[in-house]
């Protein structure tokens, strides 16, 4: 996903402007083992230390083995699709809060071996090993070791997309061995077997780049949810030159020689991106417009072929919260969630509530290029 490029400043104004959010770390071991991991985060998570994935690895031989049927059905997973910075992370947080739902943790996604998932889930679990904060992004999103993640390193290497390239070919599960696509299902069921004391029998995720891919994701899993978020394309288009600029930073404090002259694009590998790109580069309005635009028309292209579909706006969510939340947990076909569930009236109560302020503009340059797909999204 290379660019060579080096950050400037910023004279659109899409930086945030917000109050600090303070690292919580639950215990002074838990500052020690894992403060240099937290200011590392990365949106391709970096190899683990040796000494976390030591000990994952001997407790998962001895003490706490992942012990999965490798021939469970995996019943309807959940892919949440939309562009970075449409809110999906938002609802991915709320449905991940259902009695039901289970998912690849921040503790899960640092050691990355899917074999050691059980062991590291348990371990920070039993030690209270744990840090709380805001991620770089700079959103207002609060994460911790058992919070959701995007598990893109997964994703990207279970389904061959190389994170450094601009363009990915369209592949079906023709195009995987049948050890591939058992590495995929397996993977999960280790995530499910995390959760299995919890009764958490079905799998969510939310990962940006498995926006072009549906149909393979269908292919592997026949009856697949699928949740499409939108979001106002003039939102989204100047949210996606923050998210780079931040990108770019995050890039150079991690200090890693991958990173260093080629910088990780965080938009994702829509139709036409490599183009846009090379013409007006990664921090023109254009050029994000454009992938807004190609994001959405690309999902209407292939929506009709997916089983299970279903589209949301991230405006109405943050309308009328409950009601929309409720409505994709019938459409998940999950049940209503208990009376009791604080940890969802909780989040659901704090919908539009953050603690940064961004100054957008330039939205007749996005309507000019997005201009019919605004109007059928009735933003304009």
């Not at 894992?34 to 976390?52: C, F, G, T, Y």
């Not at 039901?100 to 059980?118: A, H, K, S, T």
């Not at 089983?307 to 019938?330: A, G, K, T, W």
């Amino acid at each position: 996903m290379g660019m060579n490029d080096t950050p400037a400043p910023s004279t659109s104004g899409r930086l945030a402007t917000k109050k600090q959010i303070e690292t919580q770390y639950t215990s002074w071991l838990a500052k020690l083992l894992l403060s240099r991991m937290w200011e590392k985060q990365h949106n391709v998570a970096m190899d683990p230390p040796r000494h976390i994935t030591a000990s994952a690895r001997f407790l998962s031989k001895t003490f706490l083995p992942s012990k999965i049927d490798r021939s469970a059905p995996i019943k309807a997973p959940i892919f949440i699709l939309g562009t970075p910075r449409c809110g999906s992370t938002l609802v991915q947080d709320l449905l991940s809060r259902h009695e039901r739902i289970g998912y690849i943790n921040y503790g899960m996604d640092l050691v990355q071996d899917p074999e050691l998932f059980y062991a590291a889930h348990k371990m920070r679990s039993a030690l209270g090993l744990d840090v709380k904060g805001e991620r770089y992004l700079q959103d207002s999103i609060l994460v911790h070791g058992g919070a959701p993640a995007e598990a893109m390193r997964f994703w990207g290497t279970a389904l061959k997309l190389d994170p450094h390239l601009l363009t990915w070919p369209q592949r079906r599960a023709s195009d995987f061995s049948a050890a591939e696509i058992e590495f995929v299902q397996n993977t999960i069921r280790h995530v499910l077997y995390c959760f299995a004391d919890q009764g958490r029998d079905r799998f969510l995720t939310k990962c940006p780049a498995l926006l072009t891919e549906p149909l393979l994701l269908q292919d592997i899993f026949p009856d697949a949810k699928f949740i499409h978020l939108v979001r106002d394309g003039r939102m989204v288009a100047n949210s996606l030159i923050k998210l780079y600029e931040l990108q770019v930073q995050q890039d150079i404090a991690v200090d890693h020689p991958v990173f260093k002259t080629d910088h990780f694009v965080p938009y994702p590998r829509v139709p036409g991106l490599e183009g846009w790109m090379k013409e007006y580069g990664p921090r023109d309005l254009r050029t994000t417009a454009h992938i807004w635009d190609s994001a959405v028309r690309y999902i209407d292209s292939v929506r009709g072929q997916l089983r299970n579909f279903h589209e949301i706006r991230y405006e109405d969510l943050c309308e009328s919260p409950s009601q929309r939340v409720n409505e994709l947990m019938e459409f998940c076909e999950l049940p209503p969630p208990g009376a009791n569930n604080q940890a969802l009236n909780e989040r659901l109560s704090q919908v539009g509530k953050v603690s940064h302020t961004n100054r957008y503009s330039g939205f007749e340059e996005v309507e000019a290029i997005a201009g019919d797909s605004l109007r059928r999204y009735h933003y304009l």
